[in-house]
């Protein structure tokens, strides 16, 4: 167990819905990554959170925004899905310390038909 | 942009054999970190092994060690005594270091799938 939760674990959803994946990242980490892993496009980094500020943007669609709490949690709201947004969505968390890799969650697996 | 480059994209090994996969990167930076990560069917990803760029030393972790050829920008992965629950895609990745204070991203490559033979 990385110590890193992601709810749900599995989502299924119609074509043009919204939906909202939540990331709670180890005790203490302040930063929070999001990847896409899909099968034409491997994994993929798209945002990254520092302390409820981005820091970092990837490859991540218009349609697609996260946010950090104040209680250092990470959301990743996808909307008007498309049915190539299907794939496991994975949160990362790291503390700040200078030179530490990143822990996953058990990713979400959404399926969009 | 860093890229990283792994060309099997399946190998597979017998059990208790050694199997070597193999990863390339491309970046014009002289400090980074180079990871290979594991992920079995269960989807977790694992992290198997770190090698900080300044470290000329090759990374070893119990039966997994690398061999990091920092001029040829190459970061193999060796395995020993293969075990059945090795079996699972391994990913090299690749981070930037000194990144503004706080944790660059990770880049992966496309992995190779690796098969345990009993």
């Known amino acids: 167990d990385s110590g890193v939760t992601q709810t749900p674990k599995h989502l299924i959803t119609a074509t043009g819905q919204r939906v909202t994946l939540r990331c709670s990242p180890r005790?203490?980490?302040?930063?929070v990554y999001w990847y896409q892993q899909s099968l034409d496009q491997g994994l993929q980094f798209l945002i990254q959170?520092?302390?409820?500020?981005?820091?970092a943007k990837g490859n991540i669609l218009e349609r697609f925004s996260a946010q950090q709490f104040p209680d250092l949690h990470s959301e990743l709201n996808l909307s008007s899905l498309e049915l190539g947004d299907s794939a496991l969505y994975f949160c990362?968390?790291?503390?700040?310390?200078?030179?530490?890799?990143?822990?996953f969650g058990q990713g979400t697996r959404l399926t969009v038909v | 942009a860093q890229t990283v480059t792994q060309s099997q994209p399946e190998m597979s090994v017998q059990e208790a054999e050694t199997v070597t996969l193999s990863c390339t990167y491309d970046?014009?930076?002289?400090?980074?970190?180079l990871f290979w990560y594991k992920q079995p069917p269960s989807r977790q990803m694992i992290l198997v092994i770190r090698q900080e760029a300044y470290k000329q030393q090759n990374a070893t972790e119990n039966r997994f060690s690398v061999n990091f050829q920092k001029a040829a920008k190459s970061f193999s992965l060796k395995i020993s005594d293969s075990q059945l629950g090795d079996a699972a895609m391994y990913f090299c990745a690749y981070r930037r270091a000194n990144y503004g204070g706080s944790q660059g991203n990770l880049i992966f490559g496309k992995g190779t799938k690796l098969s345990v033979k009993p």
């Open positions: 959170y520092y302390n409820g500020e981005e820091r």
């Open positions: 005790s203490g980490d302040l930063s």
């Open positions: 970046t014009s930076e002289s400090d980074y970190y």
């Open positions: 990362a968390s790291s503390p700040r310390t200078y030179n530490t890799e990143a822990f």
